[in-house]
């Protein structure tokens, strides 16, 4: 599948080829295409990213090696199909969750960020524990030198829609500041997911809360800043 994440400037393409060879047309090769990111994601769980290869996949998916590579070259082209829609399924629901948000009467109260940044945490958690080996396909965006483009083109996406859509609540900050902090929000706020995610004994919602009153007190010097310049100035 191709991806507009591929080929952005988060850093150099990687040497390692990692498109697919060719898109499948009929229903039995969508199976076959299907099956392998499938058998994937399961096989990441039981042999990390270092034992996986083809071949184990093809010995897991019943098919010849012949199959496997009329679609993908290697194994981080099969990981990288799957991290790409990893985090199209988390920045869809993060979009879904900003229509809804600007459609709502913003009054700039702690409660209101933090339920609105909570309910958006809530959102890409639960689309992200029902992708089929999303803890692992998680893990190996950040370990493996490869892959790390496809989440950081991702993060880069996010943190730009965010700055479009809530540029208009802070017109007095300097642009540049404002970007800095919108993505290094993002990073925080995917950190807290990759925590629910690694560690389901914990209270998730816990930290859902947790992590966007954080971000709401962080920007709160924005806020701050807003409420200064609005105040008229005595001669």
Not at 23 to 35: A, C, D, G, N, Y
Not at 120 to 133: D, E, W
Not at 176 to 182: H, P, S
Request: proline share 5%; glycine share 6%.
């Amino acid at each position: 599948m191709k991806s507009v994440t591929r080929g952005k400037a988060s850093g150099a393409r990687p040497a390692i080829p990692l498109g697919t060879k060719q898109q499948p047309m009929q229903q039995r090769s969508v199976e076959t295409f299907e099956l392998i990111l499938e058998v994937t994601a399961r096989l990441l769980g039981d042999v990390g990213v270092e034992r996986l290869s083809t071949n184990l996949v093809c010995e897991h998916a019943g098919i010849s090696p012949p199959a496997l590579y009329r679609y993908f070259p290697n194994k981080y082209a099969i990981l990288a199909e799957l991290g790409e829609r990893l985090m199209k399924r988390q920045n869809e629901a993060y979009r879904a969750w900003l229509a809804r948000e600007q459609q709502l009467d913003y009054d700039g109260s702690h409660e209101a960020s933090i339920r609105g940044l909570r309910d958006m945490q809530a959102a890409i958690n639960a689309v992200t524990l029902a992708f089929p080996g999303a803890v692992w396909i998680m893990r190996a965006l950040r370990a493996v030198p490869t892959l790390r483009h496809i989440r950081l083109a991702s993060h880069e996406d996010v943190a730009e829609t965010t700055f479009k859509g809530l540029r208009d609540r802070y017109p007095s900050a300097d642009e540049g500041a404002l970007r800095i902090a919108m993505r290094l929000s993002t990073e925080v706020m995917y950190a807290a997911t990759e925590m629910v995610v690694d560690n389901p004994q914990m209270d998730g919602d816990a930290i859902n809360t947790e992590v966007a009153e954080m971000v709401v007190r962080y920007y709160d010097k924005f806020v701050e800043a807003e409420a200064r310049y609005a105040r008229p100035r005595t001669p």
